[in-house]
């Protein structure tokens, strides 16, 4: 059975370039961002491990935060770091886990059962499907996978807006529309009516009965 959106992260404790970690406890009562590699010393994951560093900043302001996981060992982690900086000019200032047993992305379904249980020898096509992205709310569970293919760099501001949407929408009974950013109109939700509406959020539009719009809610 594949990880759903609102299951819980399967916990974990592993060895990352930080020292070693139990995945909810490093969490702790924030957000958090896993994002999987297949192989240390790739070329696209070089110049996302970077752009991730660059926005670390953005990241802690919504206490969001990050870690990375690649199918190699910490020792090569550490390595391939100087690599990152050289490439991006980043400094990779997140904890980088080391899977050279391929328990974690086992873990999260990202390979299968019977894929053997070391990195060594293995190719990043063997990997290949090691390339999600989970966002994970305070409470633990999973709120948004992305799985991009190797040769597709992700897209790290739509990461930003989506934990901006998830955030907005977990405090206030509203949803995001299409390609919505910060400070653009929400839709009101459902199980808001019209009245309760009216005292959340003041005026709203009514574009059909299933869809109102308003102003985003500012606190």
Not at 67 to 92: E, L, M, N, R, Y
Request: overall charge neutral; hydrophobic content about 40%; charged content about 25%.
């Amino acid at each position: 059975m594949s990880l759903r959106i609102n299951d819980i992260a399967p916990d974990f404790t592993a060895e990352t370039t930080q020292g070693t970690i139990n995945f909810h406890d490093w969490i702790g009562d924030g957000w958090a961002i896993l994002f999987s590699h297949p192989k240390n010393f790739t070329p696209v994951c070089t110049t996302e491990l970077g752009t991730m560093a660059g926005l670390a900043g953005e990241f802690k302001k919504r206490n969001v935060k990050v870690i990375g996981i690649s199918v190699d060992p910490v020792a090569s982690h550490d390595k391939w770091q100087a690599d990152i900086k050289t490439a991006t000019g980043q400094t990779v200032n997140y904890p980088l886990i080391g899977d050279k047993d391929l328990k974690v992305a086992k873990l999260y379904e990202m390979l299968p059962a019977g894929a053997g249980e070391t990195s060594e020898g293995r190719t990043p096509a063997d990997n290949a499907t090691v390339r999600s992205v989970y966002v994970i709310g305070p409470d633990k569970k999973i709120k948004l996978v992305l799985t991009y293919p190797m040769t597709t760099g992700r897209n790290f501001d739509e990461i930003l807006r989506a934990v901006d949407s998830m955030q907005l929408t977990a405090k206030h009974q509203v949803a995001t529309p299409a390609n919505w950013k910060q400070g653009e109109d929400v839709i009101i939700t459902a199980a808001v009516s019209n009245e309760d509406a009216i005292k959340r959020f003041g005026a709203f539009d009514t574009i059909l009965p299933y869809l109102r719009k308003t102003k985003q809610p500012s606190a």
